[in-house]
C-alpha cells in the first residue's frame, strides 16, 4: 500500500506536474530562504527552514484548511438560522503572509483568499478580517493578537488585556480562562475577559503551557446591554466558577 501511495504521488508531483511547471525543488528552496529571513529573529542561530520541511508544512496546511472546512459544514448543520461570525485570528493571518511570501502576484486571486478557500459563503458564514473587533451588543471581542504588544500579561489573561485597553472586552488569543474586574473614583466598573480554548491542550508546538478547555456565551438585550458567562470545561464537565 505505502509503495502504491508513493508511486501515485511521484506520477503527480514528479511527472505531469514537473513538465508543466518544473520540479517542485527550487520553489521550495525560494520558500525556505524567504521564511528564513521573516523568522529571524526566533530562529536559533545557524537554523533555517528547508524545502523538506517546507513540503511538510504545505502538507499540514492542507490537511488544517480541509479539516476547517469540515468543521465549518458541520456547525452550520447544527445551528442552520444562527448568524455565524468567524473572527480571523493570528493562526488565519498566516494564510495572507503566506501567499505574500510565496506568490504575491496570486494574493489578489479571489479564489486563493481564505473565505473562499474555507467556503464561508457557501455555509452562510461572516469573517472578520484586517484585526477589527465584532461587537456583541456593547461588548468589543478580539482574538486578542490585535492588542499592543510589549506589555507582558500581569496576573491573567484578562488583565493583560485591561492593561491594554482600559476599556471592557473579550479576548481569546491565551486560552485561559479569567476575569479582571477594576473600578474608577466613580464606582464605574470595567471587566475584561478571557476565554479558555476548543482544541488541543498540548499541541506540538507547545506541549508545556497553562491552558484550559473553555468558552463564553453572550446574552444582549435589544439596549446592547449584555451578561456574558464565562466557562471552563474541566475533567469532562462545565463549571461555572
Not at 480571523?88 to 473562499?116: C, F, M, S, T
Not at 507547545?206 to 484550559?212: L, Y
Request: proline share 5%.
Amino acid at each position: 500500500m505505502e509503495s502504491t501511495l508513493l508511486a501515485e504521488a511521484d506520477a503527480i508531483a514528479g511527472q505531469d506536474r514537473s513538465r508543466d511547471y518544473g520540479h517542485p525543488h527550487p520553489n521550495h528552496r525560494r520558500i525556505a530562504d524567504i521564511w528564513t529571513v521573516q523568522a529571524e529573529s526566533i530562529l536559533q542561530p545557524g537554523l533555517r527552514f528547508t524545502p523538506r520541511l517546507v513540503a511538510l508544512m504545505m502538507v499540514g496546511l492542507k490537511l488544517a484548511l480541509q479539516h476547517g472546512t469540515q468543521f465549518l459544514a458541520h456547525l452550520r448543520g447544527t445551528f442552520p438560522k444562527a448568524r455565524i461570525i468567524y473572527k480571523q485570528g493570528n493562526h488565519d493571518e498566516r494564510w495572507d503572509k503566506y501567499l505574500w511570501a510565496a506568490a504575491p502576484v496570486l494574493y489578489e486571486i479571489e479564489h486563493l483568499q481564505l473565505p473562499a478557500v474555507l467556503e464561508t459563503e457557501r455555509h452562510g458564514i461572516e469573517m472578520v478580517q484586517e484585526q477589527r473587533p465584532v461587537f456583541c451588543g456593547k461588548l468589543p471581542v478580539f482574538h486578542g493578537h490585535e492588542l499592543p504588544r510589549g506589555l507582558a500579561s500581569p496576573v491573567n489573561m484578562a488583565r493583560g488585556a485591561f492593561m491594554r485597553t482600559l476599556h471592557t472586552v473579550l479576548v481569546g488569543h491565551g486560552h485561559r480562562t479569567s476575569t479582571h474586574s477594576e473600578p474608577n473614583m466613580w464606582h464605574e466598573e470595567t471587566v475584561c475577559w478571557s476565554t479558555g480554548c476548543l482544541c488541543e491542550l498540548y499541541p506540538e508546538y507547545a506541549r508545556i503551557n497553562k491552558w484550559n478547555h473553555g468558552f463564553a456565551f453572550n446574552e444582549v438585550a435589544e439596549s446592547g446591554e449584555f451578561d456574558l458567562s464565562n466557562l471552563r470545561i474541566a475533567a469532562g464537565k462545565v463549571r461555572r466558577s
